[in-house]
């Protein structure tokens, strides 16, 4: 990072340019890691474009000189958070899948009730009314949907300070790192290693596929996205949500 505050000018002084070549690399691999789930490439350039903007706006953020590691993380949260918002507006998660999602929070909650634990994904589909295939489908329809929500509470527990914060939002955010753990633990080890590879190792789908001798990039994504379903529906049942804030 420069030495010095960051004038709030256009882009044209020289640096705010060295500062968003400084944070470039980072807003693009952010923008690759989400591309990575995406049936398509059309909003590539978007997010980058978005990224950019937003670290522009942030340019001058208090942590930026004072703690620049925490900056970088802040930073990161806010453009992953820019993106994911603009993949929403352009491309909503179709009726039907958000409808099915429903149900099959409904059907895990109700298995979780009755079983004291989280469902089997025959135990999932049985309550749901579906078949395993379908299920598994399922999780790999809502691909762009779910994985980014949860990955600021899944790392290591450091949690970037903001004085935009409420007075209660470290305490929440403390809890849903607590539950969320508990839900981790209790997945199976085919959807906890996928979901370690994939966001604290931070590997493609691709190369979580290869690690983990599977037959490709869906079957990574299926295994990611159930874990995260299991997640979702731990918090729920304790009325928390990682996207809340």
């Given at each position: 990072m420069a030495a010095r505050p960051l004038t709030k000018t256009g882009t044209n002084d020289p640096e705010v340019a060295q500062y968003l070549r400084e944070v470039h690399p980072m807003?693009?691999?952010?923008?690759?890691?989400?591309?990575?789930?995406?049936?398509?490439?059309?909003?590539?350039?978007?997010?980058?474009?978005?990224?950019?903007?937003?670290?522009?706006?942030?340019?001058?953020?208090?942590?930026?000189l004072s703690r620049p590691e925490e900056f970088t993380r802040w930073l990161t949260v806010r453009a992953k958070g820019a993106m994911l918002d603009l993949l929403r507006d352009e491309d909503p998660l179709p009726r039907r899948l958000r409808a099915k999602s429903r149900q099959l929070e409904a059907a895990a909650a109700a298995c979780?009730?009755?079983?004291?634990?989280?469902?089997?994904?025959?135990?999932?589909?049985?309550?749901?009314?579906?078949?395993?295939?379908?299920?598994?489908?399922?999780f790999t329809d809502v691909g762009c949907a779910a994985p980014d929500y949860l990955e600021?509470?899944?790392q290591s527990g450091e949690?970037?300070?903001?004085?935009?914060?409420?007075?209660?939002?470290?305490?929440?955010?403390?809890?849903?790192?607590?539950v969320l753990?508990?839900?981790?633990?209790?997945?199976?080890?085919?959807?906890?290693?996928?979901?370690?590879l994939y966001i604290l190792e931070e590997l493609t789908l691709e190369e979580v596929s290869q690690v983990m001798g599977l037959s490709?990039?869906?079957?990574?994504?299926?295994?990611?996205?159930?874990?995260?379903?299991?997640?979702?529906?731990?918090?729920?049942?304790?009325?928390l949500s990682a996207n809340s804030f």
């Open positions: 807003i693009l691999h952010i923008a690759h890691r989400i591309q990575d789930r995406l049936p398509h490439h059309q909003h590539f350039d978007d997010m980058v474009q978005i990224g950019l903007q937003t670290a522009w706006l942030h340019r001058d953020h208090h942590l930026r979780r009730a009755k079983l004291m634990r989280p469902p089997t994904d025959q135990e999932l589909a049985v309550e749901a009314g579906m078949t395993v295939d379908a299920v598994h489908q399922h600021d509470y899944i949690q970037v300070p903001d004085h935009q914060s409420f007075p209660d939002t470290g305490a929440i955010r403390s809890e849903i790192q607590e753990s508990t839900a981790i633990h209790q997945l199976p080890a085919n959807e906890k290693t996928a979901l370690s490709g990039k869906s079957s990574a994504l299926r295994l990611v996205n159930a874990a995260i379903f299991s997640c979702r529906t731990h918090l729920a049942a304790r009325h």
